[in-house]
Structure formats: structure tokens, C-alpha cells
């Protein structure tokens, strides 16, 4: 298929939910209220709920329960909250990007585990706002969702490649596909109007020297990526741990680019294992059940 044909598929594809956007446009403002950002919100009860079930998690860890979202929006503040509302605007309209012919548990696992490693390892470098190092987890294997969706036969010829020959998953889709997962991606985020900070790691984790502004962050995930791989394969090797190069998350130059200790990867693995079954709980409920 042609990527400017499959391009023009995905633009007909749902976009992000108009409370979204209408929350962007408030803070944009040089004075916005809470309330009113809470009232735009609550529009849409899915991302209500999305919202203050993530408030509430470890994703966050707040010692009480928040119940209003004019409240959660005073305690985590405007930045967090408009990445918070990113969030929860994007799981609704992956979650709907799908038919039913996607195991949607193995991708889901994989992002939502490497979007927590990756925001983790922000953590301990210091990176100011860790949670759009999540968001990018997120969003990082989107275009695997969409041509798994929209090319089912051809995704498994690429999924053939990478488990039974070993093969790189980007060369296993230039190959069958004559693109990348990432270029998906990409073209998604400019769809989207989604912002450079969250499209330049997606189109270039798996090359992250080719990100122009952005180097630190694509290379965090694409160690992410790799970390994640280990125990929760995504949709390109069908879930199936694939025994691959370690040499990304074992070369110390590589840690130090981003000037982080390898040294926390055992604590960065435990942390984010253990916010996972929550976060999974509170962004995709129904998966939250399913092993």
C-alpha cells in the first residue's frame, strides 16, 4: 500500500476528543481558571473519568483521594494537568483506532510499560516534565496499530521477519510495508496537531541522532523501548519475547548521553513494574483484568 494512500486513511481516522483542544485553547490564555478548565472536562465523561482515575494512581501518588477535577487541576498544576488531559485525549482515540482484529492487550502492556520506564528514567536524569517522556511511551508504536489495522495480512508478513528470522522490526517494515512504524507515527502526530516535544522522539527513537530538538528525549525511549522489550514484546514480534541486541541498553555511552546511572536500571525496571497494573487500571479498565 502506499504511504501517501494509507496517510489518507488515517486522516479520516477519529481525531482527539473536542474538550481536548477546548482545553488547549484556555491554556493558552494568559489567565486560566480551574473551574473552567474543570467544566470543559467534564463534558466528556470518558475523559472525566480517565482523568481523575490517573489522579489518583501511582502514576501520581497524591497521599488523598481527589474527587473533583477542579481539585486535581489546583494540586498537580496547568503543565501537568494539560499533559494529563493529553493523555487521557489520546488513549480515547487509540482505543478507537482498532478493530477487533488488533490484540489490543499486547499493545497496550507494551506502550503503557515503556511509556512508565521511559518516564522513570527521565526521573533520574533530571528531565523537567517526565510525564511527556510517558505520553511518548504512549504514542511511541501507534503506527504499528494502525497498519496492523488497516494492512492485517502485510503486518504479519512483518511479524514473520522479526520472529522467525530475527529480523529489526523498521527493516522488516521498510521491507514489506516500504515504511516505518515511526513514519506512521509521525504523520499521526501532525494529524493530531500534536506537539513537536511528542512528535520528534516518535518519529526518530528507533534513530535517535536524526531528532533535530529532541535527542535526549528519542533516545530515552528508545532505551525505553528496548528495557520494555524485555518482558512485554509489542505488536510487531505478536507479544513473543524476541532475543535481539542488548548492546543500546548495555553501552555506557549511551547512558551517559543522557546523563543517567546505569546503575538504577534494576530500581527503574521495579518502579515502573510495579505502577503498571494501576495505570493500566485506570487508563484501559477493561485490560486491567487480563494477563
Given at each position: 500500500?502506499?504511504?501517501?494512500?494509507?496517510?489518507?486513511?488515517?486522516?479520516?481516522?477519529?481525531?482527539?476528543?473536542?474538550?481536548?483542544?477546548?482545553?488547549?485553547?484556555?491554556?493558552?490564555?494568559?489567565?486560566?481558571?480551574?473551574?473552567?478548565?474543570?467544566?470543559?472536562?467534564?463534558t466528556d465523561p470518558a475523559m472525566t473519568m480517565a482523568?481523575?482515575?490517573?489522579?489518583?494512581?501511582?502514576?501520581?501518588?497524591?497521599?488523598?483521594?481527589?474527587?473533583?477535577?477542579?481539585?486535581?487541576?489546583?494540586?498537580?498544576?496547568?503543565?501537568?494537568?494539560?499533559?494529563?488531559?493529553?493523555?487521557?485525549?489520546?488513549?480515547?482515540?487509540?482505543?478507537?483506532?482498532?478493530?477487533?482484529?488488533?490484540?489490543?492487550?499486547?499493545?497496550?502492556?507494551?506502550?503503557?510499560?515503556?511509556?512508565?520506564?521511559?518516564?522513570?528514567?527521565?526521573?533520574?536524569?533530571?528531565?523537567?516534565?517526565?510525564?511527556?517522556?510517558?505520553?511518548?511511551?504512549?504514542?511511541?508504536?501507534?503506527?504499528?496499530?494502525?497498519?496492523?489495522?488497516?494492512?492485517?495480512?502485510k503486518a504479519l508478513k512483518v511479524s514473520e521477519l522479526?520472529?522467525?528470522?530475527?529480523?529489526?522490526?523498521?527493516?522488516?517494515?521498510?521491507?514489506?510495508?516500504?515504511?516505518?512504524?515511526?513514519?506512521?507515527?509521525?504523520?499521526?502526530?501532525?494529524?493530531?496537531?500534536?506537539?513537536?516535544?511528542?512528535?520528534?522522539?516518535?518519529?526518530?527513537?528507533?534513530?535517535?541522532?536524526?531528532?533535530?530538538?529532541?535527542h535526549q528525549e528519542a533516545t530515552i525511549l528508545s532505551?525505553?523501548?528496548?528495557?520494555?522489550?524485555?518482558?512485554?514484546?509489542?505488536?510487531?514480534?505478536?507479544?513473543?519475547?524476541?532475543?535481539?541486541?542488548?548492546?543500546?541498553?548495555?553501552?555506557?555511552?549511551?547512558?551517559?548521553?543522557?546523563?543517567?546511572?546505569?546503575?538504577?536500571?534494576?530500581?527503574?525496571?521495579?518502579?515502573?513494574?510495579?505502577?503498571?497494573?494501576?495505570?493500566?487500571?485506570?487508563?484501559?479498565?477493561?485490560?486491567?483484568?487480563?494477563?
Open positions: 500500500m502506499d504511504f501517501k494512500y494509507l496517510i489518507q486513511q488515517i486522516e479520516s481516522l477519529p481525531s482527539l476528543p473536542q474538550a481536548y483542544h477546548k482545553c488547549c485553547f484556555l491554556l493558552e490564555q494568559e489567565v486560566t481558571d480551574s473551574k473552567a478548565l474543570a467544566q470543559v472536562v467534564a482523568v481523575l482515575r490517573l489522579v489518583n494512581s501511582a502514576f501520581y501518588n497524591i497521599p488523598r483521594k481527589i474527587e473533583r477535577l477542579d481539585h486535581a487541576i489546583s494540586i498537580i498544576g496547568h503543565v501537568k494537568f494539560s499533559d494529563l488531559i493529553l493523555t487521557a485525549a489520546v488513549v480515547k482515540a487509540m482505543s478507537s483506532l482498532a478493530s477487533g482484529r488488533v490484540e489490543m492487550n499486547v499493545f497496550w502492556r507494551h506502550s503503557i510499560f515503556t511509556g512508565l520506564v521511559a518516564k522513570r528514567l527521565a526521573l533520574y536524569g533530571y528531565f523537567p516534565n517526565s510525564e511527556r517522556l510517558f505520553l511518548a511511551g504512549l504514542l511511541h508504536d501507534v503506527g504499528q496499530l494502525i497498519y496492523f489495522d488497516l494492512q492485517q495480512t522479526v520472529c522467525k528470522y530475527g529480523v529489526d522490526v523498521a527493516l522488516a517494515e521498510k521491507k514489506v510495508l516500504g515504511f516505518t512504524h515511526q513514519q506512521l507515527g509521525s504523520e499521526l502526530c501532525r494529524i493530531w496537531d500534536l506537539p513537536e516535544w511528542l512528535e520528534q522522539p516518535i518519529a526518530h527513537y528507533h534513530e535517535p541522532k536524526l531528532s533535530l530538538y529532541f532505551m525505553a523501548n528496548a528495557i520494555a522489550g524485555k518482558s512485554m514484546p509489542g505488536l510487531a514480534s505478536l507479544g513473543q519475547v524476541i532475543q535481539n541486541n542488548d548492546s543500546l541498553v548495555d553501552d555506557p555511552n549511551i547512558w551517559s548521553s543522557v546523563n543517567i546511572n546505569d546503575e538504577v536500571l534494576p530500581a527503574v525496571i521495579q518502579e515502573a513494574s510495579e505502577q503498571l497494573e494501576g495505570v493500566i487500571q485506570s487508563l484501559i479498565p477493561e485490560l486491567s483484568c487480563v494477563t
